[in-house]
């Protein structure tokens, strides 16, 4: 059975600092997915990585894979309060569904 | 615009009453699916469909059911809701299963009582 896990669950940062979030899973994937969620709204995709080394960057966020560690990290650069939201991993293994990590809630303070 | 729907958003019901939540895309996505998001347990699959009259149960599917009648909807329906089933569920798709992201409908709020 295909566990996710993400830590922190918690994160308090300050405005401007760095800091990174992990993704582990059990079983071997090379598909793994970042969501977004602001309270009270549904999931936004950040990020797709398909393949063992994968990195992708979309402004103050990075996202990288390694499939043989079986981790992902998104990585936050000088955080800025609009980045306050839940983030959840996601990972892919059988091409029909998504096992998701419990989330990571992100506050940003000025 | 390309969206995925679900109504209603908002659903207040008693045990035991029958009720559909209805989902529907207008990107002629193959793959569909449904979550239940609770507290600390991120999203969890319910029942997910490959293609239409083609479904089959996600990790938590007891309690529920599910129709693929036309490409575009995916109705859920509880014939016997109870109140472990109150939680926040959405509806998601993709072009097709297996390397694609899922795009995910604003969510259903549903409390049984």
């Known amino acids: 059975e295909l566990k996710v896990e993400q830590n922190p669950l918690f994160l308090s940062m300050q405005e401007g600092k760095n800091y990174t979030i992990y993704c582990n899973y059990s079983t071997t994937s090379d598909r793994l997915y970042w969501y977004r969620q602001d309270p009270g709204k549904s999931l936004e995709s950040l990020f797709v990585l398909l393949s063992n080394g994968a990195v992708k960057q979309e402004g103050r966020l990075m996202a990288s894979l390694d499939t043989k560690a079986r981790l992902s990290t998104l990585h936050i650069t000088a955080a800025v309060h609009d980045l306050s939201a839940t983030y959840f991993c996601a990972v892919d293994i059988y091409g029909n569904k998504l096992v998701f990590g419990a989330g990571t809630i992100l506050r940003v303070k000025s | 615009e390309a969206q995925v729907t679900q109504n209603p958003r908002y659903l207040i019901t008693v045990t035991g009453k029958k009720l559909t939540v209805t989902c529907s895309q207008n990107m002629n996505h193959e793959y569909m699916s449904w979550y239940r998001q609770d507290p600390g347990l991120g999203l969890r699959q319910i029942y997910y469909?490959?293609?239409?009259?083609?479904?089959d149960k996600g990790d938590v599917p007891e309690g529920y059911k599910v129709s693929r009648k036309e490409k575009r909807n995916f109705p859920l329906i509880l014939e016997s809701p109870s109140p472990n089933q109150t939680s926040l569920y959405f509806c998601?798709?993709?072009?097709?299963?297996?390397?694609?992201?899922?795009?995910f409908g604003p969510g259903t709020r549903l409390t049984v009582l």
């Open positions: 998601a798709s993709s072009p097709a299963a297996g390397y694609n992201e899922q795009f």
């Open positions: 469909s490959m293609n239409v009259e083609v479904t």
